[in-house]
């Protein structure tokens, strides 16, 4: 795909109707290598898929799923969740907080394997936070992901879409604890 080919994405809140192609995408060896794949975290998936009428064993549940999709084909998943300065979060991350609006953590992955390196990463992250922004949330003006040291190509993905790299960190906690991670901001108007 040429970098002047934009095609339009089509975002919404998985559901069960994604339940298959999300647990498909999560079979692929590119998006096992980076995201989390624990049995916690499919848990959770699926508790959201079903409507959270369920304790989630992932994170309390703090997160929302959302599929991209072009031409009513879904494409990719992305996770966010909003973050409070009282939150449990890595003391490095509390300076690059909203200070006037809310902050969203971020993550992405393009499940199906159609999709991978057509250049659609840095489109579809600009979609979503604009997206969220203008269909969501106009007070959430500050978006934060966190990709592994050794995941560059992500780190790229993200600097073409509007991120910032303003720290690395350690991860203390969760499936990725005690790898090295880039801090990347993004601050929408």
């Known amino acids: 795909m040429q970098d002047k080919e934009k095609p339009t994405v089509y975002f919404e809140k998985a559901n069960l109707s994604h339940e298959s192609c999300i647990f498909s995408w999560l079979a692929n060896h590119h998006v096992q290598e980076f995201w989390d794949n624990s049995e916690d975290h499919r848990k ?33 998943l992305l996770m966010t969740s909003e973050i409070m300065p009282t939150d449990s979060i890595p003391e490095i991350w509390k300076p690059h907080l909203s200070k006037k609006g809310k902050t969203f ?11 991978v390196g057509k250049g659609l990463g840095p489109h579809t992250l600009i979609s979503f936070t604009g997206f969220i922004q203008t269909k ?28 910032e790299a303003v720290a690395e960190f350690i991860r203390d906690i969760g499936f990725f604890k005690g790898l090295n991670h880039f801090l990347m901001v993004k601050k929408l108007a």
């Not at 953590?105 to 999709?115: K, T």
């Open 44 to 76: 959770d998936i699926l508790i959201f898929i079903n409507g959270r009428k369920e304790p989630s064993p992932y994170a309390n549940g703090i997160f929302d799923y959302w599929i991209g999709s072009i031409d009513n084909h879904p494409y990719c």
């Open 105 to 115: 953590s971020l993550d992405f992955a393009i499940g199906d394997e159609n999709y």
């Open 136 to 163: 969501i949330d106009s007070s959430i003006d500050t978006f934060i992901i966190d990709p592994a040291a050794n995941n560059p190509r992500a780190k790229h993905v993200y600097e073409k879409a509007g991120f």
